[in-house]
C-alpha cells in the first residue's frame, strides 16, 4: 500500500488541502487593529494530517469495496451485535447485570451525572419516536424539534396558566403535539422525500421563530422559568430526590418507548411503514393507504416529541426557544443515523454516543460540533447502515428431518 | 409610491443573492438530485476568503475598485476549490447509497465547515469593508435604491446571461443538460459523468461565491453562521422556482425576495423568516413542482 504512485497521490492531495485550508486556517485578520496574524503552523498540521489520512480513506475504500463484492456473492454472516443478542448464555446474564447497573446508578453517582444521564434518556425517547418517521417509515424529518418544543411550551404555558401538573402536562402535551403532527402531516406528506425534508425544516423554523418573536403568548427570547419538577402525590423533596426521581420517570418513560416501538415495528402498521418506505407504488398496489399509514408513523413520532417535550421542561425548569433550533433537529436525526437506522439499540447506543462522549470529553469540547459533522460524513461514507445495523427478521425454510417420507427421500 | 418602488428594488437586490445561491442549489439537484446542504456553507467560506483578502490588501493600500476584484476572484476560486472538494470526499463514494445517506452526508459536511470556520477564525461578526464605490449619478435616486444594489442587480444579470450562454450553447452544457436528463443513458453516449457533476459543483460555489462577496460588502457584517439560513431561503426560493430549473430557481428567488421586503415593509420585520417558509410550504402544498417546473409521472 505504500508504493511510489501511493505517497505522490497522498502528497498531492496534501498540498490541495494546504491550498484549500490557506486562508481560512493561516491567515487571521484582525479588522480592528489592522493586523494581519499569520499561523503557518497550521499549514504544517493540515499538510501532514491530510498525508496521513488520505492513505487511511484510501485504504477504507479498498475494504468498503471489497466488503461489497463480498456481500454480492452471497456470504454474509450475522453482525457481531446480533449473534451476541442472539446467544441466550450472554444475553441474560448481560441483561441482567445492566438493569442491576440502572438501578443503583443514581444512587452511586452525583447528581451532576445523573443529570447528564436522564438527558442522555430523553434523546433515546426522542431518537426512538423519530426513528418510527425515518427509519420505519422513510419520511426524512428535519423539523422534529418543533413537536418537542410543542410540547415543552405546552406544559409550561398550562403550568403557568392554569397550573396543570407533569402527570396531567404529560398526556395533553403528547396530545397536542400528535395533534400538531396531523396537521402538518396533512398538506405535506404528499410531497416526495427531499421537499418534505425542506418543508419540515421550514416548518421547525416557523414554530422556534414564532415562539421568539410572539411575546405575548411564548414570552419571547426570555422564556419561561420555574417550571415545577414532577410532584409524587404532593410530597415535598429535595433537589438531589427530584433528580433521581425523575432519573426513574425517565427510565420508565424509555423502556415504554423501547417497548411500544418494538412492538409496532412488528405489527400490521410497522410492516406497513417498512413497505412504504421500500416501494410506495408497490405497496399502494398491495391495499395499503398511504395517507393514513404516513400520518400515523407523523404523528406517532410527534407524540413521542411532545412527552419529551414536556420531560425536558420538567428538567431544565427553563425553557427558551434558544433550546429548539435547528441543530437539535439535526442532532437527533444524526443519533438515529448514527446508531443504525431502523433499529432500536442502535438509537440507544447512538444517544449514548453522542451524548455522553461529548461529555465525559470535556477536553475536545469545543471541537464537539467539529468532530460530530465529520462523524456523520465518514459514517455515510464507510457505514451508512449505523453502528448496529437493523436486521430485518426473517424466516428459514427448514426441511423436517422425517426419515422414510417421500419428501426426505428425494433430496 | 417611493416608498413602494423602494421596497420592490430592495425585494430586487435580496432575489438577486438568493438567485447566485440558489443556481447551486438547483443545478446540483438538477444533475444528482441531492439536497446539497453544505452549499450556504460554500457561500460563507466564499464571503471569508474574500473579507481576508480584501483586508491584507486594503492595508496593503490598493485602490477599492482593484480590492473588489481581487477579493471576489480569490473568493470564487476558493469556493469553487471547497464544492469540488467537497463533492469528491462526502458525495462522490455515496452516488450509489440509498437516498437519504447523500443528505445526510450534506448536514455533516455543512456542521463541519461551520465549525471550522468557527475554529479556524471567529465565533464573532466581522465588519466587511465597504467595497462597492457610491456612484455620483446615482445621487438623485439615492433615497431609492444604493449604488451597491445596482450593482448586485447588475452582476447577478451579468452572471444569469453567462450561465444561460454556458448551458445552451457550450459542449460541457450540452453534457450538463444530457447528464441531468438521465444520467446512465449519457455515460453510454461517452459523457464523463463524473466530470460533469464536479464541474457543476464548480460553477455553483463559483455563482454562491460571487453572492457571499456582494451581500458581504453591502451589509457588512458576516460571522460562520450566515450560511445557513441564506442558504435555506436559497434552497426555499429553488424549490419554490421548481428545483432543477435554472430560470425558476431566479424566478423562485425574485419572488421571495419580494415576499420578504413587502411582508417587511407593510407588515412586519419580525415575521420575515416565518412569511418565507409559510410561502414555501403554501407554494409545496398547492404546486409541488414550483412555479417552472414540470411535473414528472411516476413510472414502475
Known sequence: ?411 | MEYFLEIFLGGLTRGSIYALIALGYTMVYGIIELINFAHGEIYMIGAFTGLIIASILTLVGLHPVAVLALASLAAVIYAAAYGFTIEKVAYKPLRHAQRLSPLISAIGMSIFLQNYVLLAQTSDFLPFPNLIPEFEFMDPYAHIIGSAEIVIILTTAVVMVLLTILIKFTKIGKAMRATAQDRNMAMLVGVNVNQVISVTFIIGSATAAIGGVLIASHVGMINFYIGFIAGIKAFTAAVLGGIGSIPGAVLGSFVLGWTESFATGYVSSDYEDVFAFALLVLILIFRPEGILGRSTAQKV
Open chain 1, 1 to 411: 500500500m505504500f508504493t511510489l504512485s501511493d505517497i505522490k497521490k497522498s502528497l498531492l492531495v496534501s498540498l490541495w488541502f494546504m491550498f484549500l485550508t490557506f486562508p481560512i486556517m493561516v491567515i487571521r485578520v484582525n479588522t480592528i487593529e489592522n493586523v494581519i496574524e499569520w499561523r503557518w503552523n497550521n499549514m504544517i498540521l493540515v499538510g501532514l494530517g491530510s498525508f496521513i489520512l488520505s492513505f487511511l480513506w484510501r485504504y477504507m475504500i479498498e475494504r468498503k469495496e471489497a466488503g461489497r463484492k463480498k456481500a454480492e456473492t452471497g456470504v454474509t454472516e450475522l453482525p457481531l451485535f446480533q449473534r451476541i443478542v442472539g446467544n441466550r448464555r450472554l444475553s441474560v446474564p448481560g441483561m441482567i447485570g445492566f438493569s442491576i447497573f440502572i438501578i443503583v446508578f443514581p444512587f452511586a453517582f452525583s447528581s451532576y451525572q445523573v443529570n447528564i444521564m436522564t438527558t442522555a434518556l430523553i434523546y433515546i425517547v426522542l431518537g426512538l419516536g423519530l426513528n418510527i418517521v425515518v427509519g420505519l417509515a422513510g419520511l426524512l424529518d428535519l423539523g422534529y424539534v418543533a413537536f418537542y418544543a410543542v410540547g415543552a411550551y405546552s406544559y409550561a404555558l398550562l403550568n403557568y396558566h392554569y397550573g396543570l401538573g407533569f402527570w396531567v402536562a404529560l398526556p395533553v402535551g403528547a396530545g397536542i403535539a400528535a395533534l400538531m403532527g396531523i396537521l402538518l402531516g396533512f398538506p405535506v406528506l404528499r410531497l416526495r422525500g427531499d421537499y418534505l425534508a425542506i418543508v419540515t425544516l421550514g416548518f421547525g423554523e416557523i414554530i422556534r421563530l414564532i415562539l421568539e418573536n410572539y411575546n405575548d403568548f411564548s414570552f419571547g427570547p426570555s422564556g419561561i422559568a420555574n417550571i415545577p419538577r414532577p410532584g409524587f402525590f404532593g410530597m415535598e423533596m429535595s433537589l438531589s430526590t427530584a433528580i433521581i426521581y425523575l432519573y426513574f420517570i425517565m427510565i420508565g418513560m424509555t423502556l415504554l418507548t423501547v417497548f411500544v416501538v418494538g412492538r409496532l415495528e412488528n405489527s400490521r402498521l410497522g410492516r406497513a411503514w417498512i413497505a412504504l418506505r421500500e416501494d410506495e407504488i408497490a405497496c399502494q398496489a398491495m391495499g395499503i393507504d398511504k395517507t393514513k399509514t404516513k400520518l400515523t408513523a407523523f404523528s406517532l413520532g410527534a407524540t413521542w416529541a411532545g412527552m419529551g417535550g414536556v420531560i425536558f421542561a420538567a428538567k431544565t425548569t427553563f425553557i427558551n426557544p434558544a433550546s429548539f433550533t435547528f441543530m437539535e433537529s439535526a442532532m437527533i436525526l444524526s443519533l438515529v443515523v448514527l446508531g443504525g437506522m431502523g433499529s432500536i439499540f442502535g438509537v440507544i447506543v447512538g444517544s449514548f454516543v453522542l451524548i455522553l462522549l461529548p461529555e465525559y470529553l470535556r477536553g475536545v469540547g469545543e471541537y464537539r460540533m467539529l468532530l460530530f459533522g465529520i462523524t456523520l460524513v465518514i459514517m455515510m461514507v464507510f457505514r451508512p447502515q449505523g453502528l448496529i445495523a437493523k436486521v430485518r427478521r426473517t424466516y428459514k425454510f427448514e426441511r423436517e428431518e422425517v426419515s422414510g417420507t417421500p419428501e426426505a427421500s428425494r433430496q
